[in-house]
Nanobody, 126 residues
Framework: QVQPVESGGGSVQAGGSLRLSCSAP????????MGWFRQAPGKEREGVAT????????NYVDSVRGRFTISQDNTKKTVYLQMNSLKPEDTAMYYC???????????????????WGQGTQVTVSS
């Protein structure tokens, strides 16, 4: 499988918005789960949001629910993470990951993922 490739990171002031993109052309099955994760310096990696291709169901960590939106574009084989009302505590390296041949109820932020991108940095200043 081809590794997912993230883009769209950058620096923004608190309250601003960014949209991350994850190109995943090798992942098209309806049993694919795509996820966004983040890791801040000195902290453990945490799941941010997931989306299940078969039906589009989503799952979010509590700290981003209502501010972040994960979506998919099947034509472009791309997954997006729209991040609004950004806070300094959202500063982290953000990773896209794929879980293949899985069930919808296994597509959650705490699940194990198989393929990982290299990450894109998001920095939010106060």
């Amino acid at each position: 499988q081809v590794q997912p490739v993230e883009s769209g990171g950058g620096s923004v002031q608190a309250g601003g918005s960014l949209r991350l993109s994850c190109s995943a052309p090798g992942y098209t099955s309806s049993t694919t789960c795509m996820g966004w994760f983040r890791q801040a310096p000195g902290k453990e990696r945490e799941g941010v949001a997931t989306i299940y291709y078969g039906g589009g169901s989503t799952n979010y960590v509590d700290s981003v629910r209502g501010r972040f939106t994960i979506s998919q574009d099947n034509t472009k084989k791309t997954v997006y993470l729209q991040m609004n009302s950004l806070k300094p505590e959202d500063t982290a390296m953000y990773y896209c990951a794929a879980q293949l041949y899985t069930l919808q109820n296994h597509c959650r932020v705490g699940s194990q993922f198989d393929y990982w991108g290299q990450g894109t940095q998001v920095t939010v200043s106060s």
